[in-house]
């Protein structure tokens, strides 16, 4: 079994500075890791995803994570958020044997302040 | 493509009232999976099938809840009878055979057990 613990509920961050969402792993087996994000009222999203290959990977809007497996984490960044980045990130893990089985952290509540 | 639809997207019973939500995946999706999402336990996966076929229904919380997806168009979560603490955000979410990296989720239902 596995689990995501996302240490940040809430991240307040002014508009246009750097952001980072932190995402940890456990799992005794290989995994894929997944960022989702939930705007107001709406469903989920997949951000982006990481199966195999570049430890970076690149998603929409300009975000970007970080497989480390040697630190079982996945955390998110933004170089320069903008007010439309304001939603909820899902930070998710699934078996690689198994991998439409998601697991989601509890969420990132990220508000921007203009 | 109109995305997965869900509805009602409100719903306001009394419990120990039945509950039916209603799910229609992307056309052409094989997998369907129903989510809860509260405050306390986040996102949790309750079933998902393939080919209209429960593969896993080990999240579903107690006999109260059954899910069923009688064609590749349709699937209903039903709760009877309802309880306060069944008060949540369902999410109903599809994915393709060839991609099951990505799932896709709809609006959601927000149902309140008064």
């Known amino acids: 079994a596995q689990s995501v613990t996302q240490l940040d509920s809430q991240v307040p961050v002014f508009e246009e500075a750097p952001v980072e969402l932190r995402c940890n792993y456990s799992s005794s087996v290989s995994v894929y890791l997944f960022w989702y994000v939930q705007y107001p009222n709406q469903g989920l999203q997949l951000l982006l995803k990481?199966?195999?290959?570049?430890?970076l990977v690149k998603g929409i809007n300009g975000f970007e994570a970080e497989f480390n497996k040697s630190q079982t984490s996945f955390h998110l960044r933004k170089p320069s958020v903008h007010i439309s980045d304001t939603a909820e990130y899902f930070c998710a893990v699934s078996d690689t044997g198994l991998y439409e089985k998601l697991t989601f952290g509890t969420g990132t509540r990220l508000t921007i302040i203009p | 493509d109109a995305g997965v639809i869900q509805s009602p997207r409100h719903e306001v019973t009394e419990m120990g009232q039945e509950v039916t939500l209603r799910c229609k995946p992307i056309s052409g999706h094989d997998y369907l999976f129903w989510y809860r999402q509260t405050m306390m336990r986040g996102l949790e996966l309750l079933i998902y099938?393939?080919?209209?076929?429960?593969?896993?229904d080990s999240g579903m919380p107690e006999d109260r809840f059954s899910a069923k997806m009688p064609n590749a168009s349709f699937s209903t979560l039903k709760i009877q009878p309802s309880e306060p603490r069944d008060s949540a955000v369902y999410f109903c979410?599809?994915?393709?055979?060839?991609?099951?990296?990505?799932?896709?989720f709809g609006p959601g239902t927000r149902l309140t057990v008064l």
């Open positions: 099938f393939n080919n209209n076929v429960p593969i896993d």
């Open positions: 979410a599809s994915g393709s055979q060839g991609r099951k990296d990505t799932q896709y």
């Open positions: 990481y199966l195999s290959g570049s430890t």
